[in-house]
T-cell receptor
Framework: KQEVTQIPAALSVPEGENLVLNCSFT??????LQWFRQDPGKGLTSLLLIQSSQREQTSGRLNASLDKSSGRSTLYIAASQPGDSATYLC???????????FGKGTSLLVTP | SAVISQKPSRDICQRGTSLTIQCQVD?????MFWYRQQPGQSLTLIATANQGSEATYESGFVIDKFPISRPNLTFSTLTVSNMSPEDSSIYLC???????????FGEGSWLTVV
């Protein structure tokens, strides 16, 4: 059974800092990996998707990397802003099917 | 992309009652899913909603408790039956569009059972 772990569980940084969120998974037989953002009491917003054959994806200040063989992904946020405060979830999709396996998330607080 | 509308967004329900959550997508999608997020926890897949046939449930979830319908390629409902306080959660509809690999989520339906 796929296990997805996210470290740290919570993170507080001052505005302007660059930061890295970590995601690890136990089964490397994945189709892709997706990073989401969740604001309190809200649904999920897709941030980045990395196919299993890719090494990284970038969108604005966000960069996600994938090392499938070691079962790791990182989400890099550059020049953090208070508006980045949210919970960030990592989810892997298996080779067969569409159901996502989620980590428990990293709760990020960016202070002004 | 896909725009997903869920109703209700929030509700407070009495113990023992049932509530149906609706999920409407702005385009035809291949797959629709229902997830649950209990307080402080991550998302857990309840079932895959299959168009024109019975839903496929994950371990620990049964049709009597969570009946699901999917009459067409843009709409699905999830009913939470005979609710107890343990059912207080956010219920999220998720879709896989026909093109692309990104999975999209609705805003969620936040249920509190009292």
């Amino acid at each position: 059974k796929q296990e997805v772990t996210q470290i740290p569980a919570a993170l507080s940084v001052p505005e302007g800092e660059n930061l890295v969120l970590n995601c690890s998974f136990t089964d490397s037989a994945i189709y892709n990996l997706q990073w989401f953002r969740q604001d309190p009491g809200k649904g999920l917003t897709s941030l980045l998707l990395i196919q299993s054959s890719q090494r990284e994806q970038t969108s604005g200040r966000l960069n996600a990397s994938l090392d499938k063989s070691s079962g790791r992904s990182t989400l890099y946020i550059a020049a953090s802003q208070p508006g980045d405060s949210a919970t960030y979830l990592c989810a892997v999709r298996p080779n067969s099917g569409y159901a996502l396996n989620f980590g428990k998330g990293t709760s990020l607080l960016v202070t002004p | 992309s896909a725009v997903i509308s869920q109703k209700p967004s929030r509700d407070i329900c009495q113990r023992g009652t049932s509530l149906t959550i609706q999920c409407q997508v702005d385009s035809q999608v291949t797959m629709m899913f229902w997830y649950r997020q209990q307080p402080g926890q991550s998302l857990t897949l309840i079932a895959t909603a299959n168009q024109g046939s019975e839903a496929t449930y994950e371990s620990g979830f049964v049709i009597d408790k969570f009946p699901i319908s999917r009459p067409n390629l843009t709409f699905s409902t999830l009913t939470v039956s005979n609710m107890s306080p343990e059912d207080s959660s956010i219920y999220l509809c998720s879709v896989a569009p026909r093109l692309g690999n990104t999975i999209y989520f609705g805003e969620g339906s936040w249920l509190t059972v009292v």
